[in-house]
């Protein structure tokens, strides 16, 4: 089992960082090794999700369940692919001069693939929160 955990202070408000974050159709356009996204169906507080990612010469396909509380939490959770586990929970708090955003990635990798999967997610996840923070930038503009 794999743990990643990163959390930064943007100077967004926290519906703006969790709309950001629930668009996850968009990810393929600046989530790095993110290749597409599609929601396969809507509910009022959760999101059907099939997706591939690619790390190197290796393509994942897998589908998830995005269930949210707006604009507090979103938790993503695989459900099949090389994943024995995938869970992503973000998590959004209003501070002065913006939102505190946290995102807990854990993850345990099954099949002969693993060892080389591990290598890109490992190097994946410390990054993400770094994405959405450029995307930010580029949709609701640069703050100091």
Known sequence: MFRHHVSRQLPYTCDQLFT???DIERYPEFVP????????????RA???EQSAGFGPLTIAFRSRAEF???TRIHI???DGPFRRLEVTWQFE???GG??????TCYELGGLRAPLLRGGLA??????LDAFARRAARLYGAHD
């Open 123 to 128: 190097m994946f996840a410390p990054r993400l």
């Open 47 to 49: 999101l059907e999700v």
């Open 20 to 22: 950001l974050v629930l």
């Open 33 to 44: 090794g993110y290749l597409a996204a599609r929601i396969l169906s809507r509910e009022a």
């Open 69 to 71: 509380s707006t604009p």
């Open 94 to 96: 209003s501070v002065p």
């Open 77 to 79: 959770q695989a459900s």
């Open 99 to 104: 939102c505190r955003v946290s995102a807990d």
